[in-house]
């Protein structure tokens, strides 16, 4: 394993041999110290990820260990704390599960990477299921990994470490299944409230030391608008080359509030020829720990970011999970079962292009699974408001999570939006009140009015509520039904001409992928394939498949 970690990149371990267990503590890449911290009787601590605490003045590790049971609970932030305290040995993860730590309990192993565990484990086996939700998402759902022999440790869990065994040990979780009572102006201040003791934390940890993204949607600007309030001055950048709308509109609210901004086009790089590629794929490939939403065919332009953002000890605050104050499933204000979500929102797939192996229903099924494993009861009919809580729990847990989770090795990052306190008042929050955005664009206004002011990427500013366009735009996606939205995906992709373009171009996939997709071919036909991005996770999950050699067998 730490040859593998070696491969990843990361600097040599502190380690520590207990009796029982051996443990390793890696650095950030860009850091000389691991932060593992000692005591004399032999307990240490060690925080893997970023930890927020709430001014109460010690180092995160130092507060887990030692601060008091109702004190600990107000540490912030996504991570996975290692502590050995009392001859008891124990990880314990943040409260809303954003940190990703897999496990083998046969094999009796814990690590933050998945790669480097896999690159140990005698034998790996690839589900159909997995494939399927990779390939068609761009990510593997609930507590499941594309190997059947490692698992996501579970939301809240805690893993208790002893000489002969591994226990997980996995709460019930709340499920917010009504909406809230509440007055909406008290909402609103309970809203800015959680908000500002989460900025407020980053405001004494890190002072200017803040980078952000700008776009022309309501999340970045309400991260600025709370990074302005707290007296922060981030660096800010955008993503995109200079004609695209979010530059233009970033652009324009820099100019207004006269502070820097960054354009940065990840496009606009030198061309890598076919035969020097495969070293960069093969980089991507170890840069997203085995797999990740946009594959390995791309010019690696985001793992140099990654390294960027975090540059001197700076914290990257990433805006994911933000439509958890809007109507993200533009569903209508009523129950649903749990088909009729996945109908909504995991039909990202056309059975035209699955050979005679894939079985839908199956799909849909092992789904269902997960999404009542997550919830904790058998019952498929989900209130409405159960529905705005699995958009956090559930989809923004897989997405985000692990994106954040990879982050972290370079350096400081932050998820605002899923901190577990902030999600679980949002998700309670009346429909009514989030529809069009309303929500958030108040909490906007509420804030920072200047930058509510200026225009948006939905066509108006955040100013006031929104026009009667916006609302009869909305109004054709809630009324569509779920039965109906589960062919969205067929009708918008429906044909394809020429070869694919790029890096996804024929000699870039001969230099990475000799003979192209032959395991996946018995799932997937590959040919009919339209859509870019799940070519590209066809071809990147094939390319891993081979990296961990004759281990890996096949469940289909």
């Known amino acids: 394993?730490?040859?593998?970690?070696?491969?990843?990149?990361?600097?040599?371990?502190?380690?520590?041999?207990?009796?029982?267990?051996?443990?390793?503590?890696?650095?950030?890449?860009?850091?000389?110290?691991?932060?593992?911290?000692?005591?004399?009787?032999?307990?240490?601590?060690?925080?893997?990820?970023?930890?927020?605490?709430?001014?109460?003045?010690?180092?995160?590790?130092?507060?887990?260990?030692?601060?008091?049971?109702?004190?600990?609970?107000?540490?912030?932030?996504?991570?996975?704390?290692?502590?050995?305290?009392?001859?008891?040995?124990?990880?314990?993860?943040?409260?809303?599960?954003?940190?990703?730590?897999?496990y083998n309990l046969e094999a009796r192993i814990v690590s933050s990477s998945f790669y480097a565990i896999c690159s140990v484990l005698p034998s790996l086996t690839l589900s159909q299921q997995s494939a399927c939700e990779y390939v068609f998402n761009g990510v593997v759902s609930g507590n499941e990994t594309l190997f059947g022999e490692v698992k996501l440790a579970p939301i809240q869990a805690r893993i208790i470490v002893s000489p002969h065994a591994l226990?997980?040990?996995?709460?019930?979780?709340?499920?917010?299944?009504?909406?809230?009572?509440?007055?909406?102006?008290?909402?609103?201040?309970?809203?800015?409230?959680?908000?500002?003791?989460?900025?407020?934390?980053?405001?004494?940890?890190?002072?200017?030391?803040?980078?952000?993204?700008?776009?022309?949607?309501?999340?970045?600007?309400?991260?600025?608008?709370?990074?302005r309030r707290h007296g922060m001055k981030p660096s800010v950048y955008v993503y995109g080359s200079a004609r695209e709308r979010d530059v233009l509109l970033a652009q324009e609210i820099a100019r207004g509030e006269d502070f820097p901004l960054d354009v940065i086009d990840k496009d606009n790089r030198p061309i890598i020829p076919p035969m020097q590629f495969t070293d960069t794929a093969h980089r991507n490939f170890l840069a997203t720990d085995g797999y990740g939403y946009a594959g390995i065919f791309h010019n690696g332009a985001e793992t140099e970011e990654s390294a960027r953002r975090v540059l001197g000890d700076t914290i990257a605050i990433n805006g994911g999970g933000g439509e958890i104050f809007r109507n993200f499933f533009y569903l209508l204000d009523r129950g649903y079962t749990i088909r009729e979500i996945l109908w909504s929102f995991y039909s990202r797939f056309d059975p035209a292009t699955c050979t005679a192996a894939f079985d839908s229903e199956g799909y849909y099924r092992s789904l269902e699974r997960k999404v009542i494993n997550l919830l904790g009861s058998d019952d498929r009919w989900l209130p409405r408001p159960t529905v705005e809580w699995l958009y956090h729990s559930f989809r923004c847990r897989a997405w985000d999570g692990k994106v954040d989770s990879i982050a972290g090795r370079y350096g400081f990052t932050a998820m605002p939006y899923l901190e577990r306190?902030?999600?679980?008042?949002?998700?309670?929050?009346?429909?009514?009140?989030?529809?069009?955005?309303?929500?958030?664009?108040?909490?906007?206004?509420?804030?920072?009015?200047?930058?509510?002011?200026?225009?948006?990427?939905?066509?108006?500013?955040?100013?006031?509520?929104?026009?009667?366009?916006?609302?009869?735009?909305?109004?054709?996606?809630?009324?569509?039904?779920?039965?109906?939205?589960?062919?969205?995906?067929?009708?918008?992709?429906?044909?394809?001409?020429?070869?694919?373009?790029?890096?996804?171009?024929?000699?870039?996939?001969?230099?990475?992928?000799?003979?192209?997709?032959?395991?996946?071919?018995?799932?997937?036909?590959?040919?009919?394939?339209?859509?870019?991005?799940?070519?590209?996770?066809?071809?990147?999950l094939e390319y891993a498949l081979r990296q961990f050699g004759n281990r890996v067998s096949v469940a289909f």
């Open 421 to 540: 306190s902030i999600t679980e008042q949002a998700s309670a929050l009346p429909l009514h009140w989030k529809n069009h955005g309303a929500y958030e664009a108040e909490l906007i206004r509420r804030v920072d009015s200047r930058l509510a002011g200026y225009r948006s990427s939905y066509g108006h500013d955040f100013s006031r509520s929104p026009p009667p366009s916006r609302r009869l735009s909305d109004y054709w996606t809630y009324l569509r039904p779920p039965w109906l939205r589960r062919y969205t995906y067929r009708l918008r992709h429906f044909r394809r001409s020429g070869d694919w373009p790029g890096y996804l171009a024929l000699p870039y996939r001969e230099a990475v992928l000799p003979g192209g997709a032959v395991i996946l071919r018995r799932l997937l036909q590959i040919e009919h394939v339209v859509d870019h991005a799940q070519y590209a996770r066809i071809l990147s």
């Open 1 to 102: 394993m730490q040859g593998a970690f070696a491969e990843l990149g990361f600097a040599s371990p502190e380690m520590i041999n207990a009796e029982g267990y051996v443990f390793c503590a890696y650095p950030k890449f860009q850091s000389r110290s691991v932060g593992l911290k000692r005591y004399p009787n032999g307990d240490f601590a060690f925080v893997c990820g970023t930890c927020l605490s709430d001014g109460i003045g010690l180092a995160p590790a130092a507060l887990l260990y030692e601060g008091a049971a109702a004190i600990r609970e107000e540490v912030m932030g996504h991570y996975a704390a290692v502590l050995k305290k009392g001859g008891r040995t124990e990880i314990k993860l943040d409260g809303f599960g954003g940190y990703h730590l897999f």
């Open 167 to 227: 226990e997980i040990v996995r709460p019930t979780l709340s499920v917010t299944r009504t909406f809230t009572l509440a007055k909406r102006d008290a909402s609103f201040r309970e809203s800015i409230a959680l908000l500002d003791r989460y900025f407020g934390a980053v405001a004494r940890s890190f002072g200017d030391r803040v980078r952000c993204a700008l776009s022309g949607g309501y999340d970045s600007r309400l991260i600025l608008a709370y990074l």
